[in-house]
C-alpha cells in the first residue's frame, strides 16, 4: 500500500495570533501584531516555529522597513495596518488546504480576505478579495499580494 506524503494543514492559535501554513515540508507564517499583518517566518524542517527550539522562533517586524505580509493601498491611502481580525476559515480536501483569513480595515470601509491554498509540495497560492463596503468608487493605487521580511542567514566560505 501507497502512504501518502501529501502533508497539508492551515491553523490559528487565538492566544498568539499567528497563522501557520504548512505544505509538505515547508512553513510559512504570519502574525497579527497591533493591527498589522506580519510575515513572522518560514522553514523546510516541517515544523511550525514555536516548536523549534534551535531556531529563531519568529522574525522581529521592528527590524523591517515595510513588515506587512501584504500592501494595500486603496486611493493612495495605506490600508496593511490598523486591521481587525474576523474569521480565519478552513476548507480541506484530499488533495488541498483553502484557507481564508478574513480582515476589516478601521481606516476605510473595506474588507480583506487573504486566500491560502496548500496541496502538499513546498508552493503555496495566495491571492487576497478585497471587498468595497462601501457606496463609494475606490480605487487600488498599490496591491504586493505577498511581501514582508526574510530571515537573514549566516553564510560560511571556506578561506583559501
Known amino acids: 500500500m501507497k502512504k501518502d506524503t501529501n502533508f497539508f494543514d492551515a491553523t490559528y492559535d487565538e492566544a498568539k495570533g499567528s497563522f501557520c501554513y504548512r505544505s509538505g515540508m515547508m512553513v510559512y507564517e504570519e502574525c497579527l501584531i497591533d493591527g498589522v499583518l506580519v510575515a513572522s517566518g518560514y522553514n523546510t524542517a516541517g515544523y511550525p516555529l514555536n516548536v523549534l527550539s534551535n531556531y529563531p522562533t519568529r522574525l522581529d517586524p521592528n ?6 505580509a501584504f500592501h494595500l493601498e486603496i486611493d493612495g491611502q495605506c490600508l496593511h495596518y490598523d486591521l481587525s481580525f474576523v474569521d480565519f476559515s478552513v476548507d ?22 487573504a486566500h491560502t491554498i496548500l ?26 499580494i505577498l511581501s514582508g521580511g526574510l530571515e537573514k542567514m549566516v553564510c560560511f566560505t571556506e578561506k583559501t
Open 63 to 68: 527590524l523591517c522597513y515595510e513588515p506587512s
Open 92 to 113: 480541506k480536501s484530499e488533495q488541498s488546504v483553502h484557507a481564508v483569513l478574513t480582515l476589516v480595515s478601521n481606516v476605510k470601509p473595506i474588507t480583506v480576505k
Open 119 to 144: 496541496d502538499g509540495s513546498a508552493v503555496f497560492t495566495r491571492f487576497l478579495e478585497i471587498e468595497n463596503c462601501s457606496d463609494e468608487i475606490m480605487r487600488v493605487s498599490r496591491m504586493e
